[in-house]
């Protein structure tokens, strides 16, 4: 049965915080969300796969794909339809297809790869590395950030997507998150 992991039709401009684990996607997202007085889409796996931990102490499987592409599109559709400035993505069905291939040895699901390359954001926000790491029960690479980092890299550069590599901590990062997208989107 194909799967159907595509963007419904929206009014918003989609920027998508990308990146290896721990480097401030969701605070940076949630913080551009509320300084454009608009809305951001948190990460699904994170949620579903950590309920997995709690309730059965598994970690992600190739099954879970799926579920977790489709619950991330639900969240992403459902809150682009109640926008029409930017919409804050923490993250896209293109992240869960590099995990995928990098977890599960090349493999992804063939409609989530599908949708993952084909699926329109109009910026993405490649965040750096050049913060401290920080342990939780689902990230598990703190010594694969470097490869990681250029994993999600080529992954933009091979599908030219527009992107912008964010650097700095707290402010810094916050103010370079915001001019790339004013350079972008000239009129926000």
Known sequence: ??????????????????????????????????????????????????????????????????????????????????????????TDLLVTKIYSEVYFEGYCDPDLHYFAVNNHYDLYLLLDIDIPWVADDLRDKPEERDQMLAEFKKALQSLHRPYVLIQGHGQDRFQSAIHAIQSQFAHV
Do not use: H
């Open 1 to 90: 049965m194909e799967k159907d992991f595509g963007q419904t039709s929206c009014n918003c401009k989609k920027v998508v915080l990308f990146g290896p684990e721990s480097t401030g996607k969701t605070t940076l997202a949630k913080k551009l969300a509320s300084y454009y007085n608009s809305d951001w889409v948190p990460e699904y796996a994170r949620t579903y796969l950590q309920k997995k931990w709690d309730q059965k102490k598994k970690i992600c499987s190739k099954e879970d794909l799926p579920i977790i592409a489709a619950g991330q599109m639900a969240l992403e559709n459902q809150k682009a339809s109640n926008t029409d400035s930017i919409l804050f993505c923490d």
